[in-house]
T-cell receptor, first 113, second 113 residues
């Protein structure tokens, strides 16, 4: 039973448009959420995170939104660039620090020039 | 050299072979992890080491044997593997307990024949 769900295995977006990647979770104890990006033949790299005391965190072109009542978070990338094409993993932690992180299955984003 | 380095990048082994995966981190972190990524499945945490001590073993079969001789090095010894063990094995490190971000190596693509 997956506690972190990324229901869209893939997403295609035109360059310059907004990319929205979604993530749902079932464990109400999760209080810290992270997004990782992974290029082929590389390990995941940390992108952005958000604590449950916030509903939005922004870092340049990347913004993460958290809706605790819906147990839903999303990653917005605007404007999308071809270099953003990668697999994006949603992850969540339940106050145990990184060592209690649970990952989603990932969404493959393709940004079309 | 910086970051988390894994060797080899690719490994093909027979079911009767014994091999080892190596991970080295140059970040001064105190915690190291082994993950398994199979196709269409989330990242699965296998082992956690804190200050060289194993603190987590997520019901991993004994044919996988981790070793952490010091805080900078982590090994995964493999023996009598099965074809279903073919996957990408990722090493990661983080500052320690309570930290919520990890740094990953590039992974070892393992194929068991």
């Amino acid at each position: 039973d997956q506690q972190v769900k990324q229901n869209s295995p893939s997403l295609s977006v035109q360059e310059g448009r907004i990319s929205i990647l979604n993530c749902d979770y079932t464990n109400s104890m999760f209080d810290y959420f992270l997004w990782y990006k992974k290029y082929p033949a590389e390990g995941p790299t940390f992108l952005i995170s958000i604590s449950s005391i916030k509903d939005k965190n922004e870092d340049g072109r990347f913004t993460v939104f958290l809706n605790k009542s819906a147990k839903h978070l999303s990653l917005h990338i605007v404007p999308s660039q071809p270099g953003d094409s990668a697999v994006y993993f949603c992850a969540a932690s339940d106050s145990g620090g990184y060592q209690k992180v649970t990952f989603g299955i990932g969404t493959k984003l393709q940004v079309i020039p | 050299e910086t970051g988390v380095t894994q060797t080899p990048r690719h490994l093909v082994m027979g079911m009767t072979n014994k091999k080892s995966l190596k991970c080295e981190q140059h970040l001064g972190h105190n915690a190291m992890y082994w993950y398994k990524q199979s196709a269409k499945k989330p990242l699965e945490l296998m082992f956690v080491y804190n200050f060289k001590e194993q603190t987590e073993n997520n019901s991993v079969p004994s044919r996988f044997s981790p070793e952490c001789p010091n805080s900078s090095h982590l090994f995964l010894h493999l023996h009598t593997l099965q074809p279903e063990d073919s996957a990408l094995y990722l090493c990661a490190s983080s500052q320690g307990d309570g930290d919520t971000e990890a740094f990953f190596g590039q992974g070892t693509r393992l194929t068991v024949v």
